[in-house]
């Protein structure tokens, strides 16, 4: 949520951020008039509060002189009757005022985050800017398979099965597949607990509409959530982990002096992705269901940019470390997330499309979500709670993670050859009997495995 500052003495900071973010004009017309309602409101009742205290205190002086003047006595039952009519003006006031700064409150839930300033303005991803390229694409001999072909060919990847499981978008990933995805969280994890300081957590996948709410997925995205039908419970299945994980600091006043406090999960994430989005229904990319390494940072206000940052470069490592090419963009004000105020998006070279596409998205949303759920610090004992910043970003997505590792591993004979920085997780699945039969199987040779058929 914003700061109330905005909505009420800074509205124009607030109309010129709105409209980077291409918020209608009408949104910031109707802000704009219920916080103009809302100071007129706040100025009536306290001038007719003041007009009741005035009121009281006359009275008070009048009954005291009516012991010895039977006029006085007169006149203070007239102002008597007259605060009567004043409480009733208050009472209709103060229910205005309560009825706007409610429609106030519900119309500020569903306004984005303000734009950094040094993020650029611009209304699609065509105005995002280049940060930084790593890494060359490899040739890969024509034909190029993409993820589905290659997954289909070694049977590693069914969704025809998974259709009938679940329906369009889901996947089942069997075998060799099956071990790379395991492959892939369990090193992402074990990079950024062991090497970059992060407390791994396993949070619920189930939460409530408070903590949907603290991290701004609702009320304004609630048609692109999986929620229970229980008539006794609702409750929301996690687009990503970022809700459990930022929410595990709501309503709380933490120590300054622990702070920053990184946190890490990988979990499984659901989105209805209502809408159509072409060739990206097939396969992988955009799934109902996937797994994501999430990464969540709480930091002190002066803090939260640099932290920004290096959880950039911790989401980059993972990149180099499977050595796949890679793009750090920084987005425009029109295309960032609803909560984000500055976003990094890494994007990664997927061969068979012969672009980059998405595979991590890190941001800082200030004190946007902090505000909603109510995470604040404080340096001392003695001072006054200050709200922290809140930062999150992918560690990676699985799922988007696979897709590159199989297109940019394709071999003219037709193996995949994985990521040395791997070889350690898959090592192990070797020997299995279940390794031994059938296609889809990992092969070593030398330092890298290969699944082969």
Known sequence: MLDPSLLNERIEELEQGLKRRNVGLEVVSNVKSLSQRRKSLIKSVEALKAARNQGATLVAQLKAKAKTDALAGTQAEEKILENRKLGDEIKIADQELESVSEQLTELALHLPNIPHEGVPSGTSAEDNQLVKSWGTPRTISEPISDHVSLGLKHKILDFERAALLSGA???????????????????????????????????????????????GNLPKFEQDLFKTQLEDKELFLIPTAEVSLTNIYADTIMDGSELPVRLTAHTACFRSEAGSYGKDVRGLIRQHQFEKVELVKFTKQEDSFQELEAMVQDA????????LPYRRLLLCSGDMGFSATK???????????????????????????????????????????????????????????????????????????????????LVKFLETTSNSKGPGRLEKRGEQIFIVS
């Open 169 to 215: 978008r889901f996947s089942l990933l069997m075998g060799a597949g099956a071990q790379l995805s395991r492959a892939l969280a369990q090193f992402m994890l074990d990079h950024h607990t062991i090497k970059r300081g992060y407390q791994e957590v396993n949070p619920p996948l189930l939460v409530n509409r408070k903590t949907m709410t603290g991290t």
């Open 316 to 323: 980059e490592a993972i990149l180099e470390a499977l050595e």
């Open 343 to 425: 976003t990094y998006d890494l994007e990664v070279w997927i061969p068979s499309q012969n672009t980059y596409r998405e595979i991590s998205s890190c941001s800082n949303c200030v004190d946007f979500q902090s505000r909603r759920a109510g995470i604040r610090y404080r340096d001392r004992p003695e001072d006054k709670p200050k709200f922290a910043h809140t930062l999150n970003g992918s560690g990676l997505a699985i799922g988007r993670t696979l897709v590159a590792v199989l297109e940019n591993g394709q071999q003219a004979d037709g193996s995949i050859g994985l990521p040395v920085a791997l070889t350690p997780y």
